[in-house]
């Protein structure tokens, strides 16, 4: 993959500790996923590295395989690990070792079924879940067999904690699985045009938090263990206002010291991540080109992590 070229002065206490003890020339390995703030957060984060003299490989990686390739090394930071769909993945390497928590961004998450604006006015009573299912055949489509029908993200995100709620609260809907976020997106444009009652997965923070806006569908109170993964019923929602951390490699600060001191500093804001994504998601870029203009339009905010 290109490097990010970013012109940048790096700060003399940088410097300075890189002259100390310096950073491995071997590459740091960062993981891309399959939705876009991801994606574009890993070259805005390469960028940062490299702008400080350290070398930067991207990889491919499953989303939730990711951590245990973080524990053994293959990969050497997980950069937006959300609580929700990521957590128990994320904890079981925890208690495993080998990999380090790093902190949390600035944003709270939230992550959860949701619906666009004009959708409220086809369905009274929404955002209740009750309500939503009352209005199930709005959401039917071929194919469905008469239920409603939710989209959600890619299987390996969180598949079957969805089948489960639907069985657990008995819900007239069936589930199918995009193949990636661009085609979650791709549904609910599809969906406008036609004033077509829609209701997909979805996540805040997001490009979709500006613009015409939706709500998230309310579900029973999440509660610790509610959910069937966790010896629950699975009869609740997502956390509303979940974490998102930041891991690495348990060798990372021995490796790339430097590199691994401004990964500690570095957290997002709700803004930064929603912008990552508005970016390529509504404004067109590539994800590298993307990177490249976040980080020409927020030195500010990033120079001070060095």
């Known amino acids: 993959m290109k490097k990010i070229a970013v012109s940048t002065a790096v700060s003399s206490l940088v410097l300075g500790a890189s ?32 702008s400080i003299g350290d070398n930067v490989s991207y990889v491919p990686a499953d989303s939730q395989a990711v951590y245990e390739s973080v524990r053994n090394g293959d990969v050497t930071i997980s950069h937006e690990i959300w ?58 489509t071929a194919g469905s067999g008469g239920k409603g029908r939710y989209l959600d993200g890619p299987m390996d995100w969180h598949g079957q904690e969805t089948l489960d709620r639907i069985k657990a609260l008995d819900m007239d809907f069936t589930a199918k699985f995009a193949g990636s976020s661009g085609a979650l997106w791709a549904e609910l444009e599809s969906a406008k045009k036609d004033n077509r009652a829609v209701v997909i997965f979805n996540w805040s923070p997001n490009f979709t938090d500006a613009g015409e806006g939706g709500s998230f569908v309310e579900f029973p109170e999440y509660t610790p263990g509610c959910k069937m993964s966790d010896g629950g019923d699975g009869k609740c929602g997502s956390p509303p206002a979940g974490w998102l951390k930041k891991a690495a490699y348990y060798q990372m600060p021995k490796k790339w010291p430097t590199a691994y001191k ?31 203009k976040w980080l020409a339009d927020n030195e500010a905010t990033w120079k001070k992590w060095l």
């Open 83 to 140: 609580q929700s769909t990521f957590g128990k993945s994320f904890n079981n390497a925890l208690d495993a070792g080998g990999i380090i928590d790093v902190g949390n961004h600035a944003s709270p998450t939230q992550e959860e079924w949701w619906y666009p604006a004009y959708v409220g006015e086809l369905c009274p009573g929404l955002p209740s879940w009750k309500a939503l299912n009352d209005c199930s055949e709005l959401f039917a």
């Open 262 to 292: 401004v990964f500690n500093n570095i957290s997002f804001t709700k803004s930064d991540i929603g912008n990552m994504a508005a970016l390529v998601d509504i404004d067109g870029l590539s994800h590298e080109e993307a990177a490249e």
């Open 19 to 50: 002259m100390a003890q310096a950073d491995s020339k071997e590459p740091i390995v960062i993981p891309t996923h399959n939705w876009t703030s991801q994606i574009t957060m890993a070259y805005v984060i390469g960028g940062i590295f490299e």
